[in-house]
């Protein structure tokens, strides 16, 4: 009944999707990379089956493209990727279907990290095909994983107590005895508690940063998780997150000066990091600290300075009171002003 009830989600909330045209060329042209996802999606091009480890391969070098924050590449990436997974798992049996099942899992986790940073509606489709394929692969890791960027969604819609509810029941069924599981579950637990914090629950929220803080105190970090590391730092960055979401941004200024984002191993997640404190200093009304963290940002990932919701945050800093000098010129080269 669960995975019924997920699919009418997914089918419902994509069916703006099925009605756009994009093309992994459109992706270039319109400047979103994941304009090629939508219709990737429900019409994935004509693909062969290959050797397992040449699609595993594959698939590494698309996630290590996310990790980079290079979203113009794996916008291309992605469509060839899914319909080859998908070919290969289709022609497999046994063990081999299992594996390539895990591997299909985690293209659709990509597909579902790239569509919610455009705030795609794709994300509810590649989500939902996630967790589908990663039940398939009878393992709890490439589950958990799923299970986490469906939740995204969920919340992204509004429905942030579903993914409360869903996620601390995944987080349930992993061992948190075993080294991967224990850190799977403990990035849903920090997914879970971001999501209670934008429905306003504090108490939620911050029982399970504690609860998640206390995992990656038990266990050694882990690296190699797939989109998101299980350590301190991760912690901490959801902590500020989340006390952003619940309008208390100067809760977060201590777990600000003591987080070393330097030693944080992506890009991606260091960018992150600095989008959580340049939103914090932007509700606590520092035009020149936002803008600062701003720059951060665009450091360490280009592209992810140009995404929707750091264009927004840009321009409503533009606007505001405060006069930030060179904010006007980044505001242009990053998309957020008409050059």
């Known amino acids: 009944m669960r995975r019924r009830k997920l699919l009418t989600g997914a089918i419902a909330a994509g069916a703006t999707a099925v009605v756009g045209s994009g093309t992994a060329s459109a992706a270039t042209s319109s400047g979103d990379p994941a304009a090629g996802l939508e219709d990737a999606l429900f019409r994935l091009p004509a693909a062969e089956p290959v050797a397992l480890p040449l699609l595993t391969a594959r698939t590494a070098r698309a996630r290590k493209a996310f990790r980079a924050a290079h979203y113009a590449d794996l916008g291309r990436t992605l469509p060839g990727l899914l319909a080859t997974a998908a070919a290969t798992r289709n022609a497999a049996t046994g063990h081999a279907r299992q594996q390539a099942s895990a591997v299909l899992a985690r293209g659709y986790v990509l597909t579902a990290e790239l569509a919610s940073k455009q705030h795609s509606d794709a994300a509810w489709v590649a989500a939902d095909r996630a967790l589908s394929a990663a039940r398939d692969s009878g393992s709890p890791v490439p589950v958990g994983e799923a299970s986490r960027v469906l939740a995204i969604t969920m919340r992204r819609s509004g429905s ?22 224990a850190a799977v579950r403990t990035t849903l637990l920090l997914t879970a508690a971001y999501s209670a914090a934008t429905g306003g629950n504090r108490s939620t929220a911050l029982a399970l940063l504690d609860e998640a803080e206390e995992g990656v105190e038990r266990l050694p970090d882990v690296p190699g998780l797939f989109t998101v590391e299980a350590t301190r730092a991760q912690v901490d960055v959801y902590r500020i997150g989340a006390l952003n979401a619940l309008g208390t941004p100067d809760e977060g200024l201590r777990v600000a000066a003591g987080l070393n984002i330097g030693y944080m191993v992506t890009p991606e997640r260091r960018a992150r990091a600095w989008t959580d404190i340049a939103r914090m200093h932007h509700a606590l009304g520092d035009g020149t600290q936002t803008f600062a963290a701003l720059r951060r940002v665009e450091q360490e990932a280009p592209q992810e300075v140009r995404r929707p919701a750091l264009r927004a945050l840009t321009s409503d800093l533009l606007y505001g009171p405060a006069r930030v000098r060179g904010l006007r010129e980044f505001a242009v080269r990053t998309g957020a002003l008409p050059a």
């Open 160 to 181: 942030w107590s579903s993914a409360v509810h869903f996620l601390t029941r995944e987080a349930a069924e992993l061992d948190a005895a075993e080294q991967r599981p």
